[in-house]
Antibody
Framework: EVQLVESGGGLVKPGGSLRLSCAAS????????MIWVRQAPGKGLEWVSS????????YYADSLTGRFTISRDNAKNSLYLQMNSLRAEDTAVYYC??????????????????WGQGILVTVSS | DIQMTQSPSSLSASVGDRVTISCRAS??????LNWYQQKPGKAPKLLIY???TLQSGVPSRFSGSGSGTDFTLTISSLQPEDFATYYC?????????FGQGTKLDLK
């Protein structure tokens, strides 16, 4: 069974830093791209960042303005999100998810088939 | 980035109703469209990928259609467990984007 478990969230002051972790099990972690998605209280889903299986392709949402860094350690089956210069608007539940790719009708389509339970990050003084 | 717009933003319906949720992309995304269901306090759950392919284990009352810029999620006969928020998401480009969500509640 695929399992993704986030940790590292909590309360942090504006301008502070936090590192989220996502521990993966039940699948060959090194074979999949992974993502972070966040959800502000009462709001919708927002893609944050993606990392390919070997970390050679990394993407970020434009809104992050270089403050976040995604990384992974395939030997430890773990995904990370380093968040710096945190702002009140970064307050959200952060989810890690697996990117699955298949081609039901020719072209390969990416989708997020397994998600962690989410971890709350609160940025407040 | 590609903008995804869902309509309606909220919808009230009864058990047994047929419900349709629309999703429009700001540019053509071919069939690179996925649908998720989210219940309060829970992680999103994949329902449909590639516009119309049902994820394993998802009931057949859920279906998806569309291509290009216009897509539809249909629930043929609402069940009590279907009251939730639904999101579309494009994977045409790797700057993935979600629709704003459609909250489906009990009339």
């Amino acid at each position: 069974e695929v399992q993704l478990v986030e940790s590292g969230g909590g309360l942090v002051k504006p301008g502070g830093s936090l590192r989220l972790s996502c521990a993966a099990s039940g699948f060959t972690f090194s074979s999949y791209s992974m993502i972070w998605v966040r959800q502000a209280p009462g709001k919708g889903l927002e893609w944050v960042s993606s990392i390919s299986d070997r970390s050679n392709y990394i993407y970020y949402a434009d809104s992050l303005t270089g403050r976040f860094t995604i990384s992974r350690d395939n030997a430890k089956n773990s995904l990370y999100l380093q968040m710096n210069s945190l702002r009140a608007e970064d307050t959200a539940v952060y989810y890690c998810a697996r990117v699955f790719s298949s081609s039901p009708s020719g072209d390969y389509v990416n989708y997020f088939d397994s998600w962690g339970q989410g971890i709350l990050v609160t940025v407040s003084s | 980035d590609i903008q995804m717009t869902q309509s309606p933003s909220s919808l009230s319906a009864s058990v047994g109703d047929r419900v349709t949720i629309s999703c429009r992309a700001s540019q053509s995304i071919s069939g690179y469209l996925n649908w998720y269901q989210q219940k309060p306090g829970k992680a999103p759950k994949l329902l449909i990928y590639a516009a119309s392919t049902l994820q394993s284990g998802v009931p057949s009352r859920f279906s998806g259609s569309g291509s290009g810029t216009d897509f539809t999620l249909t629930i043929s006969s609402l069940q009590p467990e279907d009251f939730a928020t639904y999101y579309c998401q494009q994977s045409y480009i790797t700057h993935y984007t979600f629709g704003q969500g459609t909250k489906l509640d009990l009339k």
